[in-house]
């Protein structure tokens, strides 16, 4: 059996964490974990009050912040144990004992960190070879003398910039996971440090305001930009913002498709052909209004424009370190994005085991019995709709690890020799790795002509990541979900279902609720929900709009948009009460006792199991790290806590709550099922 609490590289003879003991002795593992869980916790907080600061009140004082590449890292804890996991092998001299048939990329690897780990990165420096690029690409007048506006092309320089990963003025793409992968569209963040919005930039006084004029004066400044002209440069980019801004508050990132279709048809037919021949030459779907008043505000900034993409290329090819103590954080990460396959690759040899497989494949099992409930007792659904709903689960099925196509595996790993190392040259190998970057995360629609119809989103292929997901009617969980503070085999099944049960629960949902009423029993599009049932549906939804748009982000000073969430918080909510169900389930159905006593530790398994479901969601927050929630599908971590566990009964009963409390404030609870 694989023991991993905090990494052990098995293999490599490697403990990733000195404040984690494995013990050979599974109760003292299990007791350890526990005495873990508790040290997250400010008991000197009442649960029934505020059981986020209660379970996750101490976490900020356990775990230093680490330097992530995520945008929203949903499960921090996690991903920097896979980044200890990757530091782990690039301190080995070799992986001839492990892995000796990728050798060569290996050396590769180390080459890049070592390249990154022995360059200053802290504070930004000037590169001249960024200058390079962006003079091929459109240019800089902040510093070029002889920038022609007449020959500047907005749409062009973006595209480019695209190429090196740096997503700015288009709607950004990702892709779906259907053949032949197409992209959808999603709205442009503005802004460096703090995304900004138009409220914020029309308010001096904001931090989001103050801390982005701080970053582009400081990148001015470094380049050379004399005094004078700096403020002028930076006055001028936010009046693009705001009027830029004034137009993408329209827009919410739910309905985004649907309402560039919607405002389309108000527009000429003129200014539709004029915004789709623009973007033809790039083979992309604009959002025709979006551009139609984006191209007029161009027209009449272009230094500024100019100006603003120059800045965020250059501030996006930074290491943008807090401190140089982030800098191994960062360097571990790059390499680790840029070679994902590669480690990937490493990773499943070395840690995805059988008894792991076959243990979470037992949990959903029992997470199937509970949604087969869960449905039978929809009494708003008719007989047509449930009919359909039962069939859909009954066909539901499970990828565990990652999606194997070993041919294609071998594919992307080959693309490695692709990739140029040059000896001393840090800020050229960075370019060299975000174009790489660039084509990998792309694969898929660069070569669907060459690729099998059957070929799945390449993103399945990657366990090494944390995922979980239900695509096509299949729930997919990345192998590197499958670690503490998420999953460890030897844990009881209180800390299992409450962790790792309600995130499979979470997604099990979906593919029931919102937009899996759209896909069928073998992931077609198929709306399987009747009229009638739609109206009843709709109706229970209110009540989780209504919760959750009671909650206030007072950081930010912004209302949860409850609407813009909603799918995600009728995830948590039924997620959580199916993976309780499970867990009863399983326990009854037990003739063992599965785990450590947890009266043992004065907690109830019912307490514990609702403790480990709300830790999967602790994290330290900085205002930047709200911001980036305005226009996120989930809401912030510490709401999604409140949220689903105030809609929980056996959650108060677990902790006796009394009605009326913050966390148990009326009798009725938010329910779809």
């Known amino acids: 059996m694989l023991k991993i609490a905090y990494l052990v590289f098995t293999s490599f003879g490697i403990l990733q964490s000195s404040s984690t003991t494995v013990s050979s002795n599974e109760d003292d593992f299990q007791h350890n974990y526990v005495n873990k869980m508790l040290s997250y916790m400010n008991q000197s907080v009442q649960p029934c009050e505020d059981f986020y600061e209660y379970a996750c009140g101490n976490w900020k004082n356990i775990f230093k912040h680490q330097q992530t590449h995520y945008k929203v890292p949903y499960f921090p804890e996690v991903n920097y144990n896979i980044q200890n996991v990757v530091e782990a092998v690039l301190e080995k001299s070799h992986i001839n004992d492990s892995a000796p048939e990728y050798e060569e990329e290996f050396q590769k690897a180390k080459k890049f960190y070592s390249n990154c780990m022995q360059t200053e990165l802290y504070p930004m420096r000037k590169s001249l070879a960024y200058l390079d690029i962006i003079k091929q690409i459109g240019g800089f007048p902040a510093i070029e003398d002889k920038w022609n506006a007449s020959q500047f092309d907005w749409l062009n320089m973006t595209y480019q910039m695209t190429?090196?990963?740096?997503?700015?003025?288009?709607?950004?793409?990702?892709?779906?996971?259907?053949?032949?992968?197409?992209?959808?569209?999603?709205?442009?963040?503005?802004?460096?440090?703090?995304?900004?919005?138009?409220?914020?930039?029309?308010?001096i006084s904001s931090n989001a305001y103050k801390i982005n004029s701080k970053r582009m004066h400081d990148i001015l400044k470094l380049y050379e930009v004399p005094a004078e002209k700096r403020q002028t440069i930076v006055d001028d980019i936010f009046e693009f913002l705001k009027e830029t801004l004034n137009v993408t508050k329209k827009f919410d990132q739910k309905h985004l498709k649907w309402q560039c279709h919607l405002i389309e048809d108000d527009l000429e037919y003129s200014a539709v052909y004029a915004v789709k021949k623009q973007f033809a030459p790039y083979y992309r779907d604009p959002c025709i209004y979006f551009y139609h008043r984006f191209n007029k505000i161009i027209e009449k900034r272009q230094a500024a424009v100019a100006n603003y993409l120059a800045l965020k290329f250059l501030y996006h090819m930074d290491a943008?370190?807090?401190?140089a103590d982030s800098q191994k954080d960062f360097c571990i990460q790059h390499v680790l994005q840029t070679m994902i396959y590669f480690f990937d690759h490493l990773y499943m040899k070395i840690f995805f085991s059988t008894d792991i497989k076959n243990d979470v494949h037992n949990m959903i099992q029992e997470m199937r019995k509970s949604l087969h409930t869960l449905l039978l007792q929809a009494d708003w659904m008719d007989a047509t709709t449930l009919k359909s709903a039962l069939q859909k689960a009954s066909l539901l099925g499970e990828q565990l690890g990652r999606y194997e196509d070993p041919a294609l595996i071998k594919r992307l790993l080959d693309e490695l020799k692709n990739l140029e190392f040059i000896e001393g040259n840090f800020h050229q190998n960075m370019l060299n790795m975000k174009k790489f970057q660039y084509t990998m995360a792309h694969y898929s629609t660069l070569h669907f002509e060459e690729l099998d119809e059957e070929t799945q989103n390449l993103a399945w292929l990657v366990g090494i990541k944390t995922e979980v997901s239900t695509v096509e009617n299949n729930i997919y969980i990345t192998a590197g979900v499958l670690q503490p503070p998420l999953y460890h085999n030897s844990w009881p099944d209180y800390i299992k279902y409450g962790a790792l049960g309600s995130i499979l629960g979470h997604e099990f949902t979906h593919g029931f609720t919102g937009g899996g009423f759209r896909l069928g029993s073998m992931g077609e599009f198929n709306m399987w929900l009747s009229s009638a049932s739609n109206i009843s549906y709709r109706n229970r939804t209110q009540c989780f709009v209504k919760h959750y748009e009671k909650y206030v982000v007072p950081e930010i000073h912004r209302r949860v948009n409850g609407t813009l969430t909603l799918d995600e918080n009728?995830?948590?909510?039924?997620?959580?009460?199916?993976?309780?169900?499970?867990?009863?389930?399983?326990?009854?159905?037990?003739?063992?006792?599965?785990?450590?006593?947890?009266?043992?530790?004065?907690?109830?398994?019912?307490?514990?199991?609702?403790?480990?479901?709300?830790?999967?969601?602790?994290?330290?927050?900085?205002?930047?790290?709200?911001?980036?929630?305005?226009?996120?599908?989930?809401?912030?971590?510490?709401?999604?806590?409140?949220?689903?566990?105030?809609?929980?009964?056996?959650?108060?009963?677990?902790?006796?709550?009394?009605?009326?409390?913050?966390?148990?404030?009326?009798?009725?609870?938010?329910?779809?099922?």
């Open 320 to 323: 943008q370190l807090k401190d």
């Open 570 to 673: 009728i995830a948590d909510i039924e997620g959580l009460r199916m993976a309780y169900m499970a867990y009863r389930q399983q326990n009854q159905s037990s003739d063992t006792k599965s785990g450590l006593p947890a009266s043992s530790l004065e907690f109830s398994s019912e307490q514990l199991f609702f403790l480990a479901a709300s830790q999967n969601f602790c994290k330290s927050f900085n205002e930047a790290d709200y911001w980036e929630f305005v226009t996120d599908l989930n809401v912030v971590n510490k709401y999604r806590v409140l949220g689903m566990l105030s809609n929980n009964e056996d959650f108060a009963r677990a902790y006796n709550c009394p009605l009326g409390s913050k966390m148990n404030p009326t009798k009725e609870k938010c329910r779809i099922f």
């Open 163 to 203: 190429q090196h990963g740096v997503e700015v003025l288009t709607m950004e793409e990702s892709i779906i996971t259907l053949y032949p992968f197409n992209v959808y569209l999603t709205v442009p963040d503005f802004g460096f440090d703090i995304t900004l919005y138009y409220d914020t930039i029309m308010n």
